[in-house]
């Protein structure tokens, strides 16, 4: 479980990344919770991390542009795409779009312990 691997959630609602950041901790990761991507992008820059949980909507650089120079920087780095969607975009839609510019997986909003489970699974076989 859990095999160490660091990760980076990033959430703008800290009750969603400590809740995040709760469960993956229940799995043996080793969590860090930035509430910015800027703040997130900078501590990439001092440590490395296998996975990144990512809201898409947020203030300042989202989630979109904010993978994009992940990806850009960290190729290797798998990310997990989070929305409850936006203004008239749908959280599927939201996720869908995130996915083709390079997260890895998507989860729709309100997250759960079982649905972050299932997508954890499709990626690891721990």
Known sequence: MGNGRRVMVIDDDSFVADFVSIILGKKLYSTVACYTFEKALEQMERS?????VTDIFMPGMGGIEGIQKLKSKHPDTIVIAMSA???NLEPED?????????????????????????????????
């Open 48 to 52: 490395t991390f296998d996975l990144v």
């Open 85 to 87: 969607g936006w203004k």
């Open 94 to 126: 939201a996720v869908e779009a995130a996915k083709k510019i390079g997260a890895d997986a998507g989860l729709v909003k309100p997250v759960s312990t079982a649905k972050l489970n299932e997508v954890l699974s499709s990626l690891y076989d721990d």
